[in-house]
T-cell receptor
Framework: KQEVTQIPAALSVPEGENLVLNCSFTDSAIYNLQWFRQDPGKGLTSLLLIQSSQREQTSGRLNASLDKSSGRSTLYIAASQPGDSATYLCAVGTGTASKLTFGTGTRLQVTL | DAGVTQSPTHLIKTRGQQVTLRCSPKSGHDTVSWYQQALGQGPQFIFQYYEEEERQRGNFPDRFSGHQFPNYSSELNVNALLLGDSALYLC???????????????FGPGTRLLVL
């Protein structure tokens, strides 16, 4: 059974700081890994999708890496802003039916 | 281009009642997945529909059932509601569910269900 863990559970940083969110998964037989953002009481917004054959993906100030063999992914956020405050969820895609298995998220607060 | 839409946005029910939640996928998508997200937790996969059939199911009881219509929209039905069914129910759409085709999944805003 695939299990996804995210560390830390919560993080508070001052504006402008670079930060790293961690995600680990137990079964390396994944199709892809996706990072999402969730604002309080809202749905999920896809940030980055890394296919299993890729090592990293970049979008603006965000960079996600994937090490499938070790079961790890990191989300790097450069020059953090108060608008980045949200919960960040990592999810791995497995099976032929695009099933996503999620971690419990990292709640990020960026302070002024 | 409308994204994934869900209705209703909020719902209050009492134990034992039945509920139907609705989802319209993003334009061009043919696959709909449903997830349950309890407070403070990550979403849990309920099931996925493709070509009007349930393709894969997570660890949820038979009280949870669904349907997909020819226009790809979908319904999630929950019977005999329990207090523990209170959660945010998320619908996600994507294109292609065969042979490991894996695309970005787009999520709707969710339906918040409260069972009293």
């Amino acid at each position: 059974k695939q299990e996804v863990t995210q560390i830390p559970a919560a993080l508070s940083v001052p504006e402008g700081e670079n930060l790293v969110l961690n995600c680990s998964f137990t079964d390396s037989a994944i199709y892809n890994l996706q990072w999402f953002r969730q604002d309080p009481g809202k749905g999920l917004t896809s940030l980055l999708l890394i296919q299993s054959s890729q090592r990293e993906q970049t979008s603006g100030r965000l960079n996600a890496s994937l090490d499938k063999s070790s079961g790890r992914s990191t989300l790097y956020i450069a020059a953090s802003q108060p608008g980045d405050s949200a919960t960040y969820l990592c999810a791995v895609g497995t099976g032929t039916a695009s099933k996503l298995t999620f971690g419990t998220g990292t709640r990020l607060q960026v302070t002024l | 281009d409308a994204g994934v839409t869900q209705s209703p946005t909020h719902l209050i029910k009492t134990r034992g009642q039945q509920v139907t939640l609705r989802c319209s996928p993003k334009s061009g998508h043919d696959t709909v997945s449903w997830y349950q997200q309890a407070l403070g937790q990550g979403p849990q996969f309920i099931f996925q529909y493709y070509e009007e059939e349930e393709r894969q199911r997570g660890n949820f009881p038979d009280r949870f059932s669904g349907h997909q219509f020819p226009n790809y929209s979908s319904e999630l039905n929950v019977n005999a509601l329990l207090l523990g069914d209170s959660a945010l129910y998320l619908c996600a759409s994507s294109w292609g569910a065969l042979a490991g085709v894996q695309e970005t999944q787009y999520f709707g805003p969710g339906t918040r269900l409260l069972v009293l």
